[in-house]
């Protein structure tokens, strides 16, 4: 039987994948810091230390590593960016090469290429943006997970361990921990029927988000699909969005409520960016299936369950799925 080892569990991704997985009848096992809860194996164990995850990893055999467990963003730390996000990740390869297993799903970012709020925003080559596009990171997040999608093209290549990247876009979804946590704050304004600021510097702004359930779907496929091995595919929603888009989105989720845009750490910053899919669907038959639409309904389902009664909110961050910082931006 299929036994899955999942890092970032307790994430915001994470905690998409974990439901989804679970409803597939799949075997899961939780590594990292925080227990998932919900019956789920869990083993206690910092990715960063090689000797550590050896003792926690011994006797234990798994089919398939997701890894999902990297900072949300640039920490303002250059040796823990790339002691958590780089050798956390070979690290996790290592395990993977030990136990042969049949698929390792790294978790990337559209951020490898170059786009990433920390930095001035560059128009892209060409759109829409696929694969092949050239990849200029410019920051320690951006850099470390390119980093982290070069880690894994090795050990496909020379150690023949079958890895897959998924570039993820910025996702859109309940729950709001980690990467996700700006998400919680835009509930919050929800909830109270007020006011919100979506995730655009301007109205004409042009950007591309991903449900986390797409997201939770891809990293199953990816998984599980035998031409997946040792491809790199992007991770976006069924289309492009415009700030004017997502404000009429948010007032459909919300009748009355003020929409704002003006976000200064937006990811195109007034430009306009949006990812292709094709080879997702070429290669291993996958669409996504939910719009922006979609996604802020599923945030409103998860307010009127009480989700934020009920989930506990982290330390106060600005950010949607990016994790920059007023002190951490830089290039202005």
């Not at 070429?282 to 409103?300: A, N, T, W």
């Amino acid at each position: 039987m299929d036994n899955f080892l999942v890092t970032g569990a307790s994430g915001y991704v994470g905690r998409a994948f974990v439901e989804l997985a679970l409803a597939e009848g799949k075997r899961l096992t939780a590594l990292g810091r925080h227990p998932v809860g919900g019956g789920i194996d869990f083993i206690p164990c910092d990715l960063t230390d090689d000797e550590a995850m050896e003792r926690s990893l011994a006797g234990r055999e798994f089919t398939h590593i997701i890894h999902l467990a990297s900072l949300p963003g640039d920490t303002g730390d250059p040796r823990q960016m790339v002691r958590v996000n780089v050798n956390g990740c070979q690290n996790l390869l290592e395990a993977a090469r030990r136990m042969r297993v049949k698929r390792f799903v790294l978790a990337s970012s559209i951020s490898a290429y170059e786009w990433y709020p920390a930095t001035r925003f560059n128009p892209p080559d060409y759109l829409p943006v696929d694969e092949k596009h050239p990849c200029r990171p410019k920051d320690m997040y951006a850099t470390t997970k390119r980093m982290q999608e070069e880690l894994a093209q090795a050990y496909f290549h020379q150690y023949g361990v079958p890895t897959v990247t998924l570039r993820l876009t910025a996702v859109i979804g309940p729950h709001g921990r980690g990467g996700g946590r700006g998400w919680r704050k835009f509930a919050e304004g929800l909830a109270e029927g007020k006011q919100v600021q979506i995730p655009h510097l301007s109205a004409d702004e042009i950007c591309h988000y991903v449900d986390s359930r797409d997201v939770a779907r891809l990293l199953l496929t990816a998984a599980t699909h035998p031409q997946a091995a040792g491809e790199i595919f992007n991770c976006c929603g069924p289309a492009r969005t415009s700030g004017s888009e997502f404000m009429q989105a948010a007032r459909q989720v919300m009748p009355g409520i003020e929409v704002q845009t003006g976000f200064p750490w937006s990811m195109a910053q007034g430009g306009t960016v949006y990812f292709d899919m094709s080879k997702a669907k070429e290669l291993l038959g996958f669409e996504p299936r939910y719009s922006v639409q979609h996604s802020l309904e599923d945030i409103k389902n998860w307010i009127d369950a009480n989700g934020l009664e009920n989930e506990p909110g982290e330390a106060d961050d600005k950010t949607f799925g990016s994790g920059v910082s007023e002190t951490s931006r830089s290039g202005e």
